[in-house]
């Protein structure tokens, strides 16, 4: 199993730019999020999914937009990026969209908006 | 929502010695308390968790505590290695989709 995978690894951007960052999973988890890691602040929750079709906020949602269209892909889309979103992005994956598990994150995304 | 404080923000200890980071929440009805350590330009990784109907949970070297009555749980680390060295979050949890983590602890292990 490659586990939780995302792409790119690094990323620029210009200010008002727009991407999407990929993130797939091949456990069958039910569970999948975002978060952003900043320098002295943690982990922070964006956007998570319990399931294909649904999705919802975390802590830190603005700017950001998910899907869930599979159980396998979570992708972030950045609508108008701007320098305050540079930051380390990991995706996240959890057997059980119900109970506290452990989660299990990808490699991350290094992205700089410039 | 949930708040997850984290102390120290960096902790330096002897190799052979014991380090002991210390978080504490606010939301009574959390129930999952998680700790991932990160190796740098690395991603976290699960080390050790406690649900909030166990005291204390031993792994090895390491060691979870926690009490519910003062809100906080600590993680313990014995005869530290020089590969112990890392960033620690604890994290605490409702359920699955609000896992609040705490700012990290930079421990280096000195050999």
């Known amino acids: ?41 943690g982990l922070r929750l964006i956007h998570y999914s319990v399931g294909a079709g649904i999705t919802d906020q975390g802590e830190v949602p603005n700017g950001y937009n998910v899907s869930r269209s599979t159980t396998e892909d979570f992708p972030l889309r950045l609508l108008s990026a701007a ?8 995706c996240a994956s959890s057997y059980s969209p119900w109970e506290a598990y452990e989660q299990y994150f990808g490699p991350g995304t290094r992205l700089t908006v410039t | 929502g949930e708040n997850v404080e984290q102390h120290p923000s960096t902790l330096s200890v002897q190799e052979g010695d014991s380090a002991v980071i210390k978080c504490t929440y606010s939301d009574s009805a959390s129930n999952y308390f998680p700790w991932y350590k990160q190796e740098l330009g690395k991603r976290p990784q699960l080390i050790i968790d406690i649900r909030s109907n166990v005291g204390e949970k031993k792994d090895q070297r390491i060691a979870v505590t926690l009490n519910k009555t003062a809100k906080h749980f600590s993680l313990h680390i014995t005869e530290t290695q020089p590969e112990d060295s890392a960033v620690y979050f604890c994290a605490a949890s409702i359920k699955d989709n609000d896992m609040r983590f705490g700012a990290g602890t930079r421990l280096t292990v000195k050999p």
């Open chain 1, 1 to 41: 199993n490659a586990g939780v995978t995302q792409t790119p690894k690094f990323q620029v951007l210009k200010t008002g730019q727009s991407m999407t960052l990929q993130c797939a999973q091949d456990m069958n988890h039910e569970y999948m999020s975002w978060y952003r890691q900043d320098p002295g602040m």
């Open chain 1, 83 to 90: 320098p305050s979103q540079t930051s380390v992005y990991f």
